[in-house]
Structure formats: C-alpha cells, structure tokens
C-alpha cells in the first residue's frame, strides 16, 4: 500500500484560496483527514512512501509460526532503513487461535506519524488424523467392534464426531473438523459365519393334540442386526403325537454353535360330550388372573356380541372385586385361579388348597356359590413348582380330582402373557383355533393389548361359524402333561 493522499488534496488547495467563509469547511475538512492531511502538508516538501513487504492479506495455517515481513519505506523516491527512522509494530497475531488480526505499523518521521496494516488470518486447513485399529470386521458386528481414534490439529481428540456407515463390502469412517477438513477411512468385511440369531417362527410354546400330525413352524436366521441369512440348519426333536408329553425340538447350525429351543405340548383330548361329534366348531375364551383395571371393558364388549367366557380369577386386584358379581350375573362362568398368584402356593398341596379354599369363598360372597372348576397357576405343566416342592404338581392333580374339582389347561395360547401385542394375538388365536373343533384359548383379562384384540376375534369367530361357549364340568377337558 503506498500512501497518495489525493482524497485530501483538492480540499487543501480549495481552502487555501477561497476566504475566511470556507474556514469552517477547511477545520472540518482537517478534522476529516486528520494525520494523513497532515501528511501531505509536509509531502510538498517530503515524499515518503510506506510499503508493506510481502503480502496485505496473509493467510496463516494455525499454530504455524508467523514471521513477518515488514515494511519498505521510501523517503523522496529513496529507500530508507527503517531502522534510521522511530518504527514501531503492533503485532496482535495470535497463531493458536483461528480468526483474523491486524499488524500495524508506525513510522514516525520529522514529528509526523506514518501508519499502514496487515491482515492476517489464522486457518485450519491440516485434516485430522482417522486412525483405524481394526483390520478387518465382520459385516454381523453392526460396527460395533470397530476401534478407531480421531484426533485433530485444532479440535483435539474428536472420536465422537467420527461417522459410520455401511458401503457394499466395508465400512466407511468419516470425520469432519470444526473447519469443515474431512478425513475418510475404510475397513472391509471380513468373511461372516458368526453372530447368528436364531429366531422361533409361531411360538415358543405349541400345542398338539395327542394323534395329531405336529407341523413344525421353523426359525428365522439373521445376522444380529436383523438381515436374514439364507443358512440352511437341521431340526431335532423326539415328539411322538401319540404319547402326551411335553417335548423339545432343537434347531442346529451346521457351523455355529448358536442353537434355537421350541417347547412343544402333546395334550390328551377328551371328546366327552357331542359337541365335538356334530362337527361344530367351539369355542372357550378363558381370561385369567383378574378381575382387573380392564376387565369391565371386556365385559361390555362381550355383552355387545352376547358372547359367553369363562374367567380363572384371583383376588390380586381388591378394588375390582366387585366385578365377579357382574361377570356371574351376565352369564358368564366365574371359575378359580387362586387368590394371591404366589408361586408359594406350590410349596405343599396345603399351601395349595389354602390358597384355593380362600378364594372359593371370596367367590361365593360375590356370586353366591362356590365354583368347581379351575386352572392351577401356570397351568398343570408348569415347571416353576419344581423349585417350590418336587413332584407337588401330581400331587395336587390328584388331590383336586379326588375332591371333585375340575381343572383346565388351554389348547390355544393367545401368547398375551410373554408380551404379545394386538396383531400377534389375534394370529395365535386364529391360527389356534382354524385348527381345532374346539379350542380352551389362554388369555389374560389384565392385559391391555387382548382388551384391544377381543372384538377382532369375537367378530371373526362369528362370521366364520364358530360357537362361544363356557367351560362346564363336563365340557372336553384340555390338560397338559404334568411335568412336576
Ligand atoms: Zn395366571
């Protein structure tokens, strides 16, 4: 930059000539330039020149070291040391910290001060360093075995900011500094075989009836996160139809260890009346473990239809016990669960029967009488009792039918009670029931997602001819095989 000072010039000369009326113009002309006008007051007799060396804008990488180049200074069209003349610069430029400085410069000549800056700029335009420790990884992992650390001249460490994502046969890293430098890695797959999910299609619990042909359902493999992969694997299992039990079928991999586990439960059917002979196809909805926060809701659905149920209940919710009284008097049967819903009760068949006996009588004193029928908690097959007392399971089976109780297990098992959601309901019921003339389902009137599933069924058992009925002392018995 050389100073000309034409801007100030022509005010100068103006102001010389005109009279004293131009005074005011010529003070506020002066005030206006300032140092520089006064500069050039003296450039008549002095020329000088001030000159930056090197660039005007400079643009600095960022904890580079800045040098700078000065100033060339020219005093009547001669270079000047500028050592020999009083100079100064300020210098502001702080070269760790990104963002624009100036540097300026005084030259202070025959008593007048001569000025001119520099800008600089302070830039981060080094990419960070990605460094990847794993070689290779297997496409299963979902990346989350890949090791990496990024870290970056201006920013520091900034692992976090690191992308990845899926390409075709690797996996790309991505990371971008705050001054947008982006550095990219690559990491290829290596050959898969491992981290196989085995996952049950139909459910973990199938029901057969003794003499009917089992179709296994078979299992999903995926790699875990969630592509299916097309492994063929080998079924294992001893079920014989013919004699009532509960038996496992296994699901192997012929190359990975990870294994799949299905329970299934041959029942005896008993066809002791004729409904079964007449070809109708029947019915019992069962609901257990309330009367609950749902179970009104339930009953003004099945008044809507005029549909019969048969409810196993308990007195773990006090505040709905009422509702025993209505399920009674809208037609429904009320048979017994247990009162508590305490695995404790299969300690002994006298912590059993205590249980029992309790909740007759909370029973009565809301319907009027005592039922005979009921389901044992977890159903006669349940295992859980095995923990509470050896062998209980047969004991209490026969203890019950000597007193002249009759219980029931279920043939089809909505699944509501291992968490199954509306649509997965309605499929195990449907799928149950198309399968069978008459069908004891396993629901859960506590249960929210089979209050919102109800209607659907009910409706499609009625536009598909099935009959709704209660479970009665004579009805087909469904039971399990006792495993304890
Ligand atoms: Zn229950």
């Known amino acids: 930059m050389i100073y000309s000072g034409n801007k100030c010039k022509g005010k100068n000369a103006r102001s010389r000539r005109y009279s004293a009326v131009f005074i005011v113009a010529f003070f506020s002309a002066f005030l206006t330039c300032g140092l520089i006008f006064s500069t050039y007051s003296h450039a008549d007799k002095t020329k000088l020149h001030l000159e930056l060396i090197g660039d005007k804008n400079h643009i600095l990488s960022v904890n580079e070291m800045y040098e700078?180049?000065?100033?060339?200074?020219?005093?009547?069209?001669?270079?000047?040391?500028?050592?020999?003349?009083?100079?100064?610069?300020?210098?502001?430029?702080?070269?760790?910290?990104?963002?624009?400085?100036?540097?300026?410069?005084?030259?202070?000549?025959?008593?007048?001060?001569?000025?001119?800056?520099?800008?600089?700029?302070?830039?981060?335009?080094?990419?960070?360093?990605?460094?990847?420790?794993?070689?290779?990884?297997?496409?299963?992992?979902?990346?989350?075995?890949?090791?990496?650390?990024?870290?970056?001249?201006?920013?520091?460490?900034?692992?976090?900011?690191?992308?990845?994502?899926?390409?075709?046969?690797?996996?790309?890293?991505?990371v971008t500094d705050s001054s947008g430098n982006e550095s990219v890695a690559y990491v290829p797959f290596a050959n898969e075989g491992t981290d196989i999910v085995l996952e049950l299609k139909g459910t973990l619990i199938e029901y057969v009836a003794k003499g009917e042909a089992y179709v296994d359902k078979g299992i999903k493999v995926s790699n875990i996160c969630g592509r299916e992969l097309n492994i063929n694997y080998s079924v294992e299992s001893t079920i014989d139809t013919n004699v009532p039990g509960t038996y496992r079928v296994r699901y192997k991999m012929s190359d990975s260890p990870v294994e799949q586990e299905r329970i299934v439960v041959v029942y005896d059917k008993v066809?002791?009346?004729?409904?079964?002979?007449?070809?109708?196809?029947?019915?019992?909805?069962?609901?257990?473990?309330?009367?609950?926060?749902?179970?009104?809701?339930?009953?003004?659905?099945?008044?809507?239809?005029?549909?019969?149920?048969?409810?196993?209940?308990?007195?773990?919710?006090?505040?709905?016990?009422?509702?025993?009284?209505?399920?009674?008097?809208d037609g429904h049967v009320v048979a017994l669960h247990t009162k508590t819903h305490d695995w404790n009760i299969y300690r002994s068949f006298e912590n059993y029967y205590k249980d029992f006996l309790e909740m007759n009588s909370i029973i009565e004193e809301y319907t009027g009488a005592k039922?005979?029928?009921?389901?044992?908690?977890?159903?006669?097959?349940?295992?859980?009792?095995?923990?509470?007392?050896?062998?209980?399971?047969?004991?209490?089976?026969?203890?019950?039918?000597?007193?002249?109780?009759?219980?029931?297990?279920?043939?089809?098992?909505?699944?509501?009670?291992?968490?199954?959601?509306?649509?997965?309901?309605?499929?195990?019921?449907?799928?149950?029931?198309?399968?069978?003339?008459?069908?004891?389902?396993?629901?859960?009137?506590?249960?929210?997602?089979?209050?919102?599933?109800?209607?659907?069924?009910?409706?499609?058992?009625?536009?598909?001819?099935?009959?709704?009925?209660?479970l009665t002392a004579d009805a087909p018995t469904v039971h399990h095989h006792v495993n304890n």
Request: hydrophobic residues 30%.
């Open 271 to 329: 066809t002791s009346n004729n409904i079964h002979e007449s070809g109708e196809k029947v019915v019992y909805l069962t609901f257990d473990d309330g009367p609950g926060a749902y179970t009104e809701e339930l009953l003004d659905i099945l008044a809507k239809y005029d549909v019969k149920a048969t409810f196993f209940v308990t007195a773990q919710f006090k505040k709905y016990l009422p509702l025993l009284k209505r399920e009674h008097d």
């Open 371 to 470: 039922t005979k029928i009921f389901r044992f908690p977890g159903g006669g097959s349940n295992t859980i009792s095995r923990g509470k007392s050896l062998g209980v399971m047969k004991y209490n089976v026969s203890q019950m039918n000597k007193l002249g109780y009759t219980y029931f297990d279920w043939n089809v098992d909505s699944g509501d009670a291992a968490g199954a959601q509306e649509d997965k309901i309605f499929q195990n019921v449907i799928n149950g029931i198309s399968s069978r003339n008459y069908s004891v389902v396993l629901m859960h009137d506590i249960k929210r997602p089979t209050i919102n599933t109800i209607e659907k069924i009910i409706q499609y058992g009625l536009d598909n001819g099935y009959t709704f009925a209660t």
């Open 68 to 174: 700078d180049e000065g100033v060339k200074l020219t005093i009547n069209n001669k270079e000047v040391d500028i050592k020999d003349v009083s100079y100064t610069v300020d210098n502001k430029v702080t070269s760790d910290i990104l963002g624009e400085y100036t540097v300026d410069y005084h030259v202070t000549y025959e008593d007048k001060t001569y000025n001119i800056s520099r800008k600089v700029t302070v830039v981060d335009d080094v990419k960070p360093e990605l460094v990847v420790l794993t070689r290779e990884v297997t496409r299963s992992s979902c990346g989350n075995n890949l090791r990496y650390y990024a870290f970056d001249n201006y920013d520091g460490v900034i692992t976090d900011k690191v992308v990845v994502s899926e390409e075709d046969s690797q996996y790309k890293l991505v």
